[in-house]
T-cell receptor, first 112, second 115 residues
Framework: RKEVEQDPGPFNVPEGATVAFNCTYS??????FFWYRQDCRKEPKLLMSVYSSGNEDGRFTAQLNRASQYISLLIRDSKLSDSATYLCVVNWGGGSNYKLTFGKGTLLTVNP | AAGVIQSPRHLIKEKRETATLKCYPIPRHDTVYWYQQGPGQDPQFLISFYEKMQSDKGSIPDRFSAQQFSDYHSELNMSSLELGDSALYFC??????????????FGPGTRLTVL
């Protein structure tokens, strides 16, 4: 079983739609959680960190449920520029061992 | 703001050749990470360095080695290249402080093609 599992996608949605991505992780000792986005052939870019209290950044809302080992990302009012692969990322290192473990990613295409 | 710099951006090598990839972290960042992303795959952690010492090791082949220098830049050395080494190689950097959650920032990557 992969350590970080995501919706396989792809997601094709019209502009203005709301789309939700889900992710589960296997290591209960995981310490920090992120959503990154990756455009084709480019580097992963941090979208937002995810906290137990939930956090929102404009049209993006992330939630973490430690008991269920579940992470979500909600995108409201989708824009064409939101088209990308969304990577659920977990860090369960300690000390200086902050290696990231990535999910396979979910491809989102927002259509005009 | 300054970002992570990687060089070269593209590299083409023949089988059994060697390659050296360079990474210059964000200024004042103390930790460097190397990731390998094959076609259609998610990034896989290779190795990391904290304050010039190896801090963690992932799925890095024995043919690969890396180090972090006194100016915090890092180099990934790859020998006896194989076709399967063709991938995007990302370097990320972070500032690790005790008690805080770090955030890793990725460089633009080096695209290695082995022919």
């Amino acid at each position: 079983r992969k350590e970080v599992e995501q919706d396989p996608g792809p997601f094709n949605v019209p502009e203005g739609a709301t789309v939700a991505f889900n992710c589960t992780y296997s290591n209960s000792a995981s310490q920090s959680f992120f959503w990154y986005r990756q455009d084709c052939r480019k580097e992963p870019k941090l979208l937002m960190s995810v906290y137990s209290s939930g956090n929102e950044d404009g049209r993006f809302t992330a939630q973490l449920n430690r008991a269920s080992q579940y992470i979500s990302l909600l995108i409201r009012d989708s824009k064409l520029s939101d088209s990308a692969t969304y990577l659920c990322v977990v860090n369960w290192g300690g000390g200086s061992n902050y290696k990231l473990t990535f999910g396979k990613g979910t491809l989102l295409t927002v259509n005009p | 703001a300054a970002g992570v710099i990687q060089s070269p951006r593209h590299l083409i090598k023949e089988k059994r050749e060697t390659a050296t990839l360079k990474c210059y972290p964000i200024p004042r960042h103390d930790t460097v990470y190397w990731y390998q992303q094959g076609p259609g795959q998610d990034p896989q952690f290779l190795i990391s360095f904290y304050e010039k010492m190896q801090s963690d090791k992932g799925s890095i082949p024995d043919r690969f080695s890396a180090q972090q220098f006194s100016d915090y830049h890092s180099e990934l050395n790859m020998s006896s290249l194989e076709l399967g080494d063709s991938a995007l190689y990302f370097c990320a950097s972070s500032l690790v402080r005790s008690g805080t959650t770090d955030t890793q920032y990725f460089g633009p990557g080096t695209r290695l093609t082995v022919l």
